[in-house]
């Protein structure tokens, strides 16, 4: 592909072969990839179309597209995406931020908080996204993989947050001490009977203990209502992303649990995203 002479008839070219691969919307992902090779902007690739393809960039094109025929996130190809309007690095340890989770981000920022507790951070990018629209507020982020949490400090270094954040290796709550004001996560979700239904991108990209608890979906649910009670501060809000068929049975978890004012808010497309709730502004006795 290096010597295909322009930049419009590489991204012609790639754009066919991505086609026949099965890639869902070619030409887009083919841009996407020439603005990485090209090392520009997306919108700065159609003022370059009439240029040749410098070789370097060319070699590089070509081992994208090679990668996204083979199911490759272009995420995953490029090493990062936008994410609430910042550009997030990751790793074959963390899950690929999805543009769903930022409903979550919208209802966090909905009030004000001071101390945040993320679970299952992955990438970071909730809790750093959280601090950077909150300077003045801090963050615990755990996170069962060191690997997982190397990405995310490199996020945080990288979005100058690092010193507001104290990242803790934790299964769950068990490293977690103190009270907060807005405890956060999107834990694995994925029930083991859904998995070979998944797309490519996702089955094989992404970590495995990022999509599924292998047992039935719900299970970090039930240990996250367990213990937030004790980890919030009264007035504490507790915040977690949910698959599309979850929202009654996690809401049902965090009723058992003693939490209040529970809602349930559905994503842009109208599926269940979001599971809310609030500790008693009671002080505990």
């Not at 698959?243 to 808010?265: H, K, W, Y």
Request: charged content about 25%; hydrophobic content about 45%.
């Amino acid at each position: 592909m290096s010597d295909d002479g322009t930049v419009a008839e590489a991204l012609a070219k790639a754009t066919r072969s991505l086609k026949a691969s099965g890639i869902p919307d070619p030409a887009r992902d083919a841009r996407w990839l020439m603005a990485d090779a090209l090392g520009v902007e997306t919108s700065g690739v159609a003022v370059r179309l009439r240029d040749p393809l410098p070789p370097d960039a060319g070699e590089t094109f070509s081992s994208h597209v090679a990668a996204r025929m083979a199911r490759e996130p272009v995420s995953r190809i490029v090493g990062g995406r936008l994410f609430y309007g910042r550009w997030i690095a990751n790793s074959p340890f963390v899950l690929d931020p999805r543009p769903e989770t930022e409903l979550l981000i919208d209802l966090a920022l909905s009030e004000p908080f001071a101390k945040i507790l993320d679970l299952g951070t992955g990438s970071g990018c909730i809790a750093l996204t959280l601090l950077a629209e909150r300077p003045g507020a801090v963050a615990v982020a755990t996170d069962i993989s060191p690997d997982a949490l190397e990405t995310a400090a490199i996020n945080a270094v990288s979005w100058t947050v690092a010193d507001r954040v104290q990242f803790e290796v934790s299964d769950w709550f068990e490293a977690v001490e103190g009270t907060f004001d807005l405890i956060v996560s999107n834990p694995p979700y994925i029930h083991p009977d859904e998995l070979p239904a998944l797309a490519p991108e996702v089955s094989r990209f992404d970590p495995e203990i990022a999509l599924t608890d292998n047992l039935d979906g719900l299970s970090a649910y039930r240990r996250i209502a367990a213990r937030a009670p004790g980890h919030l501060k009264p007035d504490g809000r507790l915040m977690v992303e949910i698959g599309p068929t979850q929202g009654e049975a996690v809401a049902q978890m965090f009723r058992n649990a003693g939490l209040e004012n529970i809602s349930i808010t559905p994503d842009l497309d109208g599926r269940d995203r979001v599971v809310s709730a609030r500790k008693s502004d009671a002080p505990d006795p």
